[in-house]
T-cell receptor, first 113, second 113 residues
């Protein structure tokens, strides 16, 4: 069964550093998302992406965050200057069509020191 | 925007008993309601979903019911097994272009042998 893949599985960085989290959505999917989950808390929406542009973003997704689809397979989340409170599990997700099942990647655990 | 509440936050049942988790949503335009199971340290996985044109859906030991008038939906697990122990998240979304899935805060289900 096709899966959303994410790299790296763990990322440790110093406060103020830039990080890029990478995702390969399922190949025939058209909608891409980033969510985050702070330990023990709920899954929070960051951003959705369709047709090479952001379609919706939450208040968490401020100017420090950006997303990109640099080629036909990768979907990246960049955090420009990390803060301690950015420490969380970041999940990439994709869906085949609008309002269809959402498939999650295995996540990147980001630790900001 | 949409707000999803979920109860209870923790639930312990004896193996073989039934478990029920309830969610309410605020946006009457929401029309797709998935349920995700997340085992410790793993990605959320879709276990069942329901659309607003259906009142109930069943898949083996799992069922979901939807009451659009009251804006609530519930997950029912019968004949619970220890492997059902996990955190369960409900979610809601509508036909907005951005397709922002809003998740509930989660229910930690423990099935005691």
């Amino acid at each position: 069964e096709p899966e959303v893949t994410q790299t790296p599985s763990h990322q440790v960085t110093q406060m103020g550093q830039e990080v890029i989290l990478r995702c390969v959505p399922i190949s025939n999917h058209l909608y891409f998302y980033w969510y985050r989950q702070i330990l023990g808390q709920k899954v929070e929406f960051l951003v959705s992406f369709y047709n090479n542009e952001i379609s919706e973003k939450s208040e968490i997704f401020d100017d420090q965050f950006s997303v990109e689809r640099p080629d036909g397979s990768n979907f990246t989340l960049k955090i420009r200057s990390t803060k301690l409170e950015d420490s969380a599990m970041y999940f990439c997700a994709s869906s085949e069509a609008h309002n269809e099942k959402l498939f999650f990647g295995s996540g990147t655990q980001l630790s900001v020191l | 925007g949409e707000n999803v509440e979920q109860h209870p936050s923790t639930l312990s049942v004896q193996e073989g008993d039934s478990a029920v988790i309830k969610c309410t949503y605020s946006d009457s335009a929401s029309n797709y309601f998935p349920w995700y199971k997340q085992e410790l340290g793993k990605r959320p996985q879709l276990i069942i979903d329901i659309r607003s044109n259906v009142g109930e859906k069943k898949d083996q030991r799992i069922a979901v019911t939807l009451n659009k008038t009251a804006k609530h939906f519930s997950l029912h697990i019968t004949e619970t097994q220890p492997e059902d122990s996990a955190v369960y998240f409900c979610a809601a979304t509508d036909d907005n272009y951005g397709q922002n899935f809003v998740f509930g805060p989660g229910t930690r289900l423990s099935v005691l042998p």
